[in-house]
């Protein structure tokens, strides 16, 4: 069983908090990495602080650089790196455990957070707010072309999701998604009326009008 890391007390299943002196505890990760900070500072900005960021090498099967705000702890991070980072930190996993996703989520949570569109550190375009995973509980702001930021504790966050089986059943739902899609009937032709019979006795129609009118124009001339 379990304990916790601050008065040692026995852990309750599918929770990270001690019920006897609310410590929150991590879930067991190999991702504790020591790490090298660069001295020089990062061109890029950081979109909460509007500072210059300082790149780190986090060391993940070599060289793996990232850049972090030392104000506010938040970490930038390129195109598919998150994946590599959780991929090395999280292995292991063959279950999904929808309970314990659930709880990480809701002891996570921040009520009446406000709602805030941020730049991209690297080319300042405002960048788009989206979910993370399938039940992640993360809101990620995305840069398509630099990458994603996370505010501080939200990769810790992701790597218990993904810890407790959050990634495959994120994959299991896109399967099913794609299944669905695979084999839902083709939507119906769309109908097109001829008009061309139409069209035909219109023109006969007026042709005859016509004639009526010249008669009539030779009658009372």
């Known amino acids: 069983m379990a304990r916790c890391s601050s008065c040692s007390a026995p852990m309750p299943a599918n929770t990270n908090i001690c019920v006897y002196c609310r410590t929150r505890n991590d879930i067991d990760l190999h991702s504790k990495y020591d790490y090298s900070k660069d001295n020089d500072l990062s061109k890029r900005i950081c979109p909460h602080c509007e500072i210059p960021m300082h790149t780190i090498n986090l060391k993940v099967d070599g060289d793996f650089y990232i850049e972090r705000c030392d104000k506010c702890f938040g970490l930038f991070f390129d ?32 009520k009446g957070k406000s709602v805030k569109y941020v730049k991209c550190p690297d080319c300042q375009e405002f960048m788009k707010r989206t979910v993370y995973g399938y039940r992640s509980g993360v809101v990620i702001d995305q840069c398509k072309q630099h990458g994603i930021w996370l505010d501080s504790g939200e990769i810790t966050q992701l790597l218990e999701w993904k810890k407790a089986g959050g990634q495959m059943l994120h994959d299991k739902v896109s399967q099913q998604k794609k299944q669905q899609v695979k084999h839902s009937p083709p939507p119906p032709p769309q109908y097109q009326k001829d008009f061309s019979s139409y069209d035909a006795r219109y023109n006969s129609g007026a042709d005859l009008v016509e004639s009526v009118i010249g008669l009539l124009g030779k009658l009372f001339r």
């Open 79 to 110: 195109p598919g790196e998150i994946e590599t980072l959780m991929e090395h930190s999280v292995s292991g996993v063959f279950s999904i455990n929808q309970q314990q996703i659930t709880n990480i989520s809701n002891e996570r949570y921040q």
